[in-house]
């Protein structure tokens, strides 16, 4: 099982910004290990956003995206005490969920 | 040599394939994009998404930084302020598949999505906002890495 996620989610006027930092690998798939072999990828590819329960976002990400990734993004009309959800899978089908409280 | 007979009995495991994969996931999630992540081209990139023509526009932006000392680590912001945006995404024109990643924004998020990707080399990187009504627009701008993000 993969490390939690950490999540911040702060409220600023009459939307929340959401701050999430992933704990993965985000192995391109194109690097070669010491013996010249390729070692296979294993990234994030979806990601998606609950607030309260509601889907809100959803991203689908490549290789390319950093390791132990980081995303940002602003929720309308989110308030203290709204609960943010965030779940990934990555290629592998393994998968976490975390939640944070709206602050 | 590939004729045409292998090709399209390729074609058709390939389907198989994917469609297989597209029931296994979660019931919310749009099946993953494995054609647009695999794109070389901004052109096939808009292929594989189904969507349009891009054309240059001023109403979406990018933030990057100018010269990126760590291509592992380079943080990229896509936003726009108009309304009725169906998909941003990121790409880096000169890493070997070009989409970083492709959000899908609702009407409860600020169409304003912030992350890090890796740059393999000095490149332009373009945010890309896929309309509701078929328009798609994007930003360009050039940064420069000194180190490179895909080495081992």
């Not at chain 1, 929340?16 to 994030?44: C, F, N, Q, Y």
């Not at chain 2, 490149?123 to 906002?129: L, P």
């Amino acid at each position: 099982m993969a490390d939690p996620m950490r999540i911040r989610a702060q409220v600023s006027g009459d939307k929340a910004t959401v701050r999430v930092l992933m704990s993965h690998e985000m192995e391109t798939g194109l690097r070669k290990d010491s013996a010249g072999k390729l070692i296979p990828a294993w990234h994030i590819q979806d990601v998606t956003a609950l607030h309260n329960g509601k889907v809100v976002m959803t991203a689908q990400w490549g290789p390319s995206v950093s390791k132990n990734p980081f995303l940002q993004f602003n929720v309308r009309g989110a308030k203290a005490g709204d609960k943010i959800t965030i779940t990934w899978k990555d290629n592998k089908g393994e998968s976490r969920t975390d939640e944070a409280t709206v602050s | 040599m590939m004729n045409r007979r292998d090709l399209l009995s390729h074609s058709a495991k390939l389907a198989a394939l994917l469609a297989t994969t597209g029931l296994l996931p979660g019931v919310a999630h749009a099946a993953y994009n494995a054609a647009a992540f695999d794109a070389k081209t901004m052109a096939d990139l808009m292929k594989a998404l189904g969507a349009g023509t891009p054309t240059e526009s001023k109403d979406v932006s990018i933030t990057a930084p100018d010269i990126a000392e760590n291509g592992a680590v380079v943080p990229v912001g896509a936003s726009t302020a108009l309304a009725g945006v169906r998909k941003l995404a990121i790409l880096v024109e000169k890493n070997p598949a070009v989409l970083s990643a492709l959000f899908e924004v609702t009407d409860s998020v600020d169409a304003n999505m912030g992350t890090r990707v890796k740059m393999g080399q000095s490149s332009n990187v373009y945010a890309v906002a896929i309309m509701a009504d078929g328009r798609v627009l994007y930003a360009m701008k050039e940064v420069k890495v000194t180190l490179g993000g895909c080495g081992g």
